[in-house]
């Protein structure tokens, strides 16, 4: 008895210390998650804000074209060089219907050999190849790029579906191939059994742009009646010329400014909406307070509108998108206004990533969709998807391309939050003349300003809507009085080998704007070969005369002629971007 109660009293005893750790390491687990969840969001918002930032600047760039169009002419008079410059009317060769079988297959291709009509063997063929990282041939995607032109062009501005004929309806805007594979296998391969709304966006999402889009055009051309494709932002000619055009180039250096001027005419005749049961409208960005359903359907469809740029708020009313440059904000009284006046219930979009791959707002109606899993990094999102029957009561499926687990390690954080704050630091180098001169206007002592001064004139310059105050200690010093030391923003910066002959303003300008350099020139250079002296000094001033950049012609015909590689008064256009990198380099130091 004696010893029995002597060990009660012993475990008595060890339990309440038991306990309390248990208690101490829950709470220091629950500190760290949140600390990992603040660094989680803060990461999420500075790349989204870029991506933004950058979306907004590739829209302004339609003003310089407008601007360019007015000025630019052939030396010699003979009129406007690049007449057609805003308006991807594709080459008369690509309107014979013969074009393609111009185009040879030599026996050493190994990749896929497809037919027309396309058959399940084939789409079975393409999705073979991609899975091994193999290029379609340039004649297949030439013609089935203008089978499926044929195809677009009997199709309405809006499609509708019924649930009457099939179980479901799978919807999602389409991310990378991976993602797309990951669909197609966990939810299976479209069918009459298995029909699918792709809600736009399939291209400039990673670097399988390419397959993604000959993967999706061959299902609707197997399935014209259960494969549908809603056109998003990106399929449009001034948004893909950065990263789908440098893609396509490079697949196809033969015949790739053919299958670009094709690619995009088959965007501007893809559908703008899809109506379920009459009852759930899908489009890729939003609504405004002055879209109609009734006028969507009579409009000519190449034409970009709010519906492809706009995003929800929490606020009421409908308002200019500025952050993103396009479209706009509607609220939750624009939402019921359109669906009641539509005998709608329920609007699904696409066009932002979500972190869990959905989001639902304005009471539940409206659905955010994003497939694009990893979006920004590794770990950084679920991608999802929305199944609809016929009781229209939307059921989500989440993945996630990764070998790790759902749940974000330390080390994933870091890393995300690491090349986040790297993209962070070149948009501070970009503006730091700006930013510059706004501190020193609150300076208090030399080279210091208040930090609430200091995220002023961040927010000010940048206009990225970031938690500036939280960024502060991965961005800049504070003084002793608490102050924060403007110029240490920029000291782990610094800018790469510039050319002897690129003065500094200049090659301020290259770097702040080196995307849109680089778009200017892909559209001036259609060939991807040579583009002449003249034309090269023409465009930069008149580019920095639309900046209002302080640039002379000296500048410019300096570094014209230190890029003039083929001596002949043309510029390889490779080498010029090779020198345009080394002169926009930026080091961050970790």
Known sequence: MGCGSSVATETQVRRPETMKAAVLIQRWYRRYMARLEMRRRYTWNIFQSIEYAGEQEQLQLSTFFTYMLDNFTQLNGNGPLI???LDPVVDPWLDRETCFNLISVPESYSGPRISFPLSVSDTNALLSAFKEHQTLHARYVLQLLYETKKLLKQMPNIVHLSTSYTKDITIDLHGRLDDLLLIFYKN????????????????DRGKK?????????????LYPDYMHLNRGNHEDHIMNLYGFTKEVMQKYRTHGREILQLFQEVFSLLPIATVIDGKVLIVHGGISDQTDLEFLSSIERNKIVDILWSDPKTQEGCSPNTFRGGGCYFGPDVTRRLLLQHGLQLLIRSHECKQEGYELCHDGRVITIFSASNYYEDGSNRGAYIKLGRELVPRFYQYQVSRTTRRLTLTQVRAAEGSALRALKEKLFAHRSELIAGFQQNEQNNTSVSVSEWAQ???????????WRTLRPHLARLAADGSVEYL?????????????????????TLFRYRTNIEIIFNIIDKDHSLISIEEFRHTWRLFSAHLGADIDDGAIDDLARSIDFNKDGSIDFTEFLEAFRVVHKLDVKE
Request: proline share 11%; with cysteine; charged share 15%.
């Open 83 to 85: 007449s057609q410059l």
């Open 457 to 467: 004139v961040l927010e000010s310059v940048l206009r990225l809507d970031l938690p």
């Open 488 to 508: 240490s923003c920029f000291e782990d910066m610094g800018p790469g080998l510039p050319l002897p002959q690129v003065t500094p303003n200049l090659a301020k």
């Open 188 to 203: 299976g391969l479209p069918s009459a059994e298995t029909p699918y709304v792709f809600n736009g966006d399939f291209v």
């Open 209 to 221: 742009s390419v397959e993604v889009v000959v993967l999706l055009f061959a299902y609707v051309l």
